[in-house]
């Protein structure tokens, strides 16, 4: 399977705890992207790598939330000290960067439940 | 005003029948458009993109652009209980060396009754 991965698919964690996902792009694709998304909602943008760069955050990641891309290859989403409000599905997308053609594909989500 | 916006639904259809999924949109500047299919407890898969005014056809759907509307459309034909989904419209402007931004809709939850 060549498309994009993430790791774990579900995670279930209590109240003050700290969890990290994983997420590895399509192998040719220079762009990632994480979303988070809630249920009936549309996807949110969090934030946005160029090769190692992270290029645009947005207000919704809090000092609480972290990421990495350390060899512009795959990366870590972090949540600090998680809160009930932190429970939802978080997409990671990546793209080859075609200017304004570029597409992004998702990878299957983690669902996160804090407890 | 939301950025992006989509009649949440249920949209129900007969089997057989044309469905029709309505975006408007409020940046202006915004050069892309994109409707992703989600099924419940799944991530969005790609269905169309378009980029110019106009009528675009790809199988059994026609993704439908005017910006000077500022309104995406999806018309699905010949639609099939599999179709039965949540259609996510999501608009794109390009930041150059920044990259590119994704603003979703809240999705319009499609129903496809046998």
């Known amino acids: 399977d060549t498309g994009v991965s993430q790791d774990p698919r579900h995670k279930i964690t209590k109240r003050g705890q700290n969890v990290t996902f994983r997420c590895d792009p399509i192998s040719e694709h220079n762009r990632l992207y994480w979303y988070r998304q809630t249920l009936g909602q549309g996807p949110e943008f969090l934030t946005y790598?160029?090769?190692?760069?992270?290029?645009?955050k947005s207000r919704l990641l809090s000092d609480r939330f972290s990421a990495e891309r350390p060899k512009g290859s795959f990366s870590t989403l972090e949540i600090q000290r998680t809160e009930q409000g932190d429970s939802a599905m978080y997409l990671c997308?990546?793209?080859?960067?075609?200017?304004?053609?570029?597409?992004?594909?998702f990878g299957p989500g983690t669902r996160l439940t804090v407890l | 005003q939301k950025e992006v916006e989509q009649n949440s639904g249920p949209l129900s259809v007969p089997e057989g029948a044309i469905a029709s999924l309505n975006c408007t949109y409020s940046?202006?500047?915004?050069?892309?458009f994109f409707w992703y299919r989600q099924y419940s407890g799944k991530s969005p898969e790609l269905i169309m993109s378009?980029?110019?005014?106009g009528d675009k056809e790809d199988g059994r759907f026609t993704a439908q652009l005017n910006k000077a509307s500022q309104y995406v459309s999806l018309l699905i034909r010949d639609s099939q209980p599999s179709d039965s989904a949540t259609y996510l419209c999501?608009?794109?402007?390009?930041?150059?060396?920044?990259?590119?931004?994704?603003?979703f809709g809240g999705g319009t939850r499609l129903m496809v009754k046998p």
């Open positions: 940046d202006r500047v915004s050069q892309s």
């Open positions: 999501a608009v794109n402007r390009w930041l150059g060396n920044a990259g590119n931004m994704l603003t």
């Open positions: 790598f160029q090769n190692e760069a992270q290029l645009e």
């Open positions: 997308a990546s793209s080859s960067g075609q200017g304004v053609t570029d597409t992004q594909y």
């Open positions: 378009i980029y110019s005014n």
